[in-house]
T-cell receptor, first 109, second 117 residues
Framework: EDQVTQSPEALRLQEGESSSLNCSYT??????LFWYRQDPGKGPEFLFTLYSAGEEKEKERLKATLTKKESFLHITAPKPEDSATYLC??????????FGTGTRLQVFP | KAGVTQTPRYLIKTRGQQVTLSCSPI?????VSWYQQTPGQGLQFLFEYFSETQRNKGNFPGRFSGRQFSNSRSEMNVSTLELGDSALYLC????????????????FGSGTQLSVL
């Protein structure tokens, strides 16, 4: 069964304290892995798509990486405005996106 | 360019009633997907429409239905509401160029928060 698990559920960081969010998955055939950011009261906002193991994508303080079993979202020197819930989503062969339950990130000044 | 618009923003219904939610995709986007988001389950795929045809469906009961119009606008309907249907319902659009929305980045609306009492 295709499955995606995100950890930790919640993460509290001091401003400037770098860390990583994990998205581990089991899938019969991976077409792509997506990262989204969701702010309270809003819908998810697209961040990255990764298609194959070894691929990396960067945007400002965020860097996403992909292996055959998991993806990491590295956040370098976070700022309070990076506080949000980060979701990863799997695109398997079944053509139904499978979302993880997310990591709620809080960055304190 | 206007984003994805969902109406209404909030809705309160009682058990047994039915509800219709509306979604206007980004101009030029032909694929519309619907998701249910709850604190415990996260985002769960409901269905996807492309050029007025349902292309894919998630594991939800038949009380959940949808349709898409020729202008790509979409509606979803939930009949005989149950307490467990309380959730944020999100609509997402994508260009639909690849033939599979799961290969494309999705643009989400802000959702309709449905409360069933």
């Amino acid at each position: 069964e295709d499955q995606v698990t995100q950890s930790p559920e919640a993460l509290r960081l001091q401003e400037g304290e770098s860390s990583s969010l994990n998205c581990s998955y089991t899938v019969s055939g991976l077409r792509g892995l997506f990262w989204y950011r969701q702010d309270p009261g809003k819908g998810p906002e697209f961040l990255f798509t990764l298609y194959s193991a070894g691929e990396e994508k960067e945007k400002e303080r965020l860097k996403a990486t992909l292996t055959k079993k998991e993806s990491f979202l590295h956040i370098t020197a976070p700022k309070p405005e990076d506080s949000a819930t980060y979701l990863c989503a799997l695109s398997p062969n079944t053509d139904k996106l499978i979302f993880g339950t997310g990591t709620r990130l809080q960055v304190f000044p | 360019k206007a984003g994805v618009t969902q109406t209404p923003r909030y809705l309160i219904k009682t058990r047994g009633q039915q509800v219709t939610l509306s979604c206007s995709p980004i101009s030029g986007h032909r694929s519309v997907s619907w998701y249910q988001q709850t604190p415990g389950q996260g985002l769960q795929f409901l269905f996807e429409y492309f050029s007025e045809t349902q292309r894919n469906k998630g594991n939800f009961p038949g009380r959940f239905s949808g349709r898409q119009f020729s202008n790509s606008r979409s509606e979803m309907n939930v009949s005989t509401l149950e307490l467990g249907d309380s959730a944020l319902y999100l609509c997402a659009s994508s260009q639909g160029k690849t033939g599979r929305s799961t290969n494309e980045k999705l643009f989400f609306g802000s959702g309709t928060q449905l409360s069933v009492l």
